[in-house]
């Protein structure tokens, strides 16, 4: 389970709505001028708050599972939940503009980006949740899969010990991102290179979650 738990938060991860959004507002935070004290209290609020919200989403979800007694339920539905969102993905390569996207909704964005113009840690705090609560339809597949594995195998205190560690996973490209954005230069050059390469992503991501998702069905159901 602890390897099952770092692969698929890592995979997890590696959501290019959430990335795509914390390179747009390092880069405006650089453009205001802001110091390194002030970019890193607002990063810190930004994480954070997208991890202490999946978190307890999980925590939510897992005391359902244990007292309603339906992990395996939990994991089918993840299942395929991991398998649409794949097949999704990979459409969204091939027809970026047709329906039934896995992009986060217009207003959405522009109700982010509103908060994230205040540029102020109770403001990133705000945009992390809005972040994490628009995007949890796509990252939300592999997570609902995870927790109902976790029923099956673990105690509610392992789970949720294992839950910590599948959030640090969860997070840890946006403290890598971070650290690599140390000045204004490295982070337009990764916003650049993520807008350039965000359907590829999305593409790699979409392979990898079908497979993922299949092999949920073939071992764990």
Same mark, same amino acid.
């Given at each position: 389970? %602890?390897?099952?738990?770092?692969?698929?938060?890592?995979?997890?991860?590696?959501? $290019?709505?959430?990335?795509?959004?914390? %390179?747009?507002?390092?880069?405006?935070? +650089?453009?205001?001028?802001?110091?390194?004290?002030?970019?890193?209290?607002?990063?810190?609020?930004?994480?954070?708050?997208?991890?202490?919200?999946?978190?307890?989403?999980?925590? &939510?979800?897992?005391?359902?599972?244990?007292? %309603?007694?339906?992990?395996?339920?939990?994991?089918?539905? &993840?299942?395929?939940?991991? =398998?649409?969102?794949? =097949?999704? !993905?990979?459409?969204?390569?091939?027809? *970026?503009?047709?329906?039934? !996207?896995?992009?986060? *909704?217009?207003?959405?964005?522009?109700?982010?980006?509103?908060?994230?113009?205040?540029?102020?840690? $109770?403001?990133?705090?705000?945009?992390?949740?809005?972040?994490?609560? !628009?995007?949890?339809?796509?990252?939300?597949?592999?997570?609902?899969?995870?927790?109902?594995?976790? !029923?099956?195998?673990?105690? +509610?205190?392992?789970?949720?010990?294992? %839950?910590?560690?599948?959030?640090?996973?969860? =997070?840890? $490209?946006?403290?890598?991102?971070?650290?690599?954005?140390?000045?204004?230069?490295?982070?337009?050059?990764?916003?650049?290179?993520? #807008?350039? #390469?965000?359907?590829?992503?999305?593409?790699?991501?979409?392979?990898?979650?079908?497979?993922? &998702?299949?092999?949920?069905?073939?071992?764990?159901?």
């Amino acid at each position: 389970m %602890l390897g099952l738990v770092i692969v698929n938060g890592l995979i997890d991860s590696f959501n $290019p709505c959430a990335i795509g959004i914390f %390179l747009i507002f390092l880069s405006m935070l +650089f453009m205001l001028k802001k110091d390194k004290k002030h970019i890193f209290k607002i990063s810190l609020a930004y994480i954070l708050s997208i991890y202490i919200l999946y978190l307890l989403i999980g925590l &939510g979800l897992i005391k359902v599972i244990f007292f %309603l007694g339906i992990p395996h339920l939990i994991t089918f539905i &993840g299942a395929v939940i991991i =398998v649409l969102v794949g =097949v999704l !993905s990979i459409k969204d390569y091939f027809f *970026p503009n047709s329906m039934f !996207s896995t992009k986060i *909704p217009y207003s959405a964005r522009q109700l982010i980006l509103k908060w994230a113009y205040k540029a102020s840690w $109770p403001a990133a705090a705000v945009m992390g949740v809005l972040v994490g609560i !628009s995007g949890f339809p796509c990252a939300g597949g592999i997570y609902v899969a995870t927790l109902g594995l976790l !029923s099956q195998k673990s105690t +509610f205190i392992q789970g949720f010990f294992y %839950l910590l560690l599948y959030n640090l996973m969860f =997070v840890m $490209p946006l403290i890598v991102i971070y650290a690599a954005t140390a000045n204004q230069k490295v982070a337009m050059k990764m916003l650049d290179w993520q #807008e350039r #390469e965000k359907n590829h992503m999305k593409l790699i991501m979409g392979l990898i979650m079908t497979i993922l &998702g299949v092999i949920i069905f073939k071992w764990y159901i």
